[in-house]
């Protein structure tokens, strides 16, 4: 009974871990796309959709929301968009893309704060802010992926298209961030009447093909994340052995 009471309290312990790591690898991901909001390039295609209608909402043609807020509401339709592809294959494990989602929508928001004061008057500084955004975005999606959690809401449709159609993950990638992009000028012309180069712009084709190669860099390089992870502080240890004492004493 010890033993199975030790390993079920080691169980919780390290998926508390796992999940503070992901939590950290999800702040880390959305300070990488406020650098690249900052830098009015063009945003990452993740926030292309949201940017749009927030700026929007300055303008008064839709609500006024933050960013966070449409992230969010964009993260749960793309979590229905694989309830309706998927259907009865749909996994209930996959509603914690929910929680995924609002988390990453709460630390964008106090992302877009921290960033407030960096401005890109010249090009060299945007471009500058456009491959610091994109270094910073990478290294924390692949953090997330070493996580081994449930995926954002961004990779969980792709997966679910994958799965779907029988087409590789890749191309079902490649065919939803398109897809953001083409929605996000949409947008822009629908509710701001033009471009807006600030949301969709050649730091979002950038950032299509960049980060994918700084994820993949450290796809080889992350031997020290996988023994973080592992870890087990050895505090642990200690209560448990107190608890396995006391309780010796009372029987």
């Given at each position: ?17 796992q ?27 993740i926030?292309s ?5 927030a ?7 839709v609500p ?30 996959q ?16 992302s ?16 500058i ?13 692949a ?33 939803i ?7 996000a ?20 084709i ?46």
């Amino acid at each position: 009974m010890i033993s199975a009471f030790a390993l079920s309290k080691e169980k919780a312990a390290s998926l508390c871990w796992q999940h503070l790591l992901l939590f950290g690898s999800l702040f880390i991901m959305t300070f990488g796309v406020a650098l690249c909001i900052r830098s009015n390039l063009g945003s990452s295609v993740i926030s292309s959709v949201p940017l749009s209608l927030a700026l929007a909402g300055e303008a008064g043609v839709v609500p006024r929301l933050t960013l966070g807020d449409y992230t969010n509401l964009m993260n749960i339709c793309l979590v229905v968009c694989q309830l309706l592809v998927l259907r009865r294959r749909f996994e209930a494990v996959q509603l914690l893309q929910l929680v995924i989602g609002f988390f990453f929508s709460f630390f964008l928001d106090l992302s877009m704060a921290l960033t407030s004061w960096v401005v890109c008057p010249a090009l060299w500084q945007q471009a500058i802010t456009q491959v610091g955004g994109c270094l910073v975005l990478g290294t924390g999606i692949a953090f997330e992926v070493r996580c081994g959690s449930v995926t954002m809401p961004g990779e969980g449709l792709p997966a679910a298209v994958s799965k779907a159609c029988g087409m590789p993950f890749a191309t079902a990638k490649i065919i939803i961030d398109i897809s953001l992009v083409a929605i996000a000028v949409v947008l822009c012309y629908l509710f701001l009447g033009t471009w807006m180069w600030n949301v969709v712009g050649f730091g979002t084709i950038f950032a299509m093909i960049f980060v994918g190669m700084v994820v993949k860099f450290y796809a080889q390089r992350l031997g020290w994340f996988e023994r973080l992870l592992h870890f087990r502080p050895g505090f642990r240890r200690y209560i448990y052995g107190l608890a396995r004492h006391i309780y010796g004493k009372k029987r």
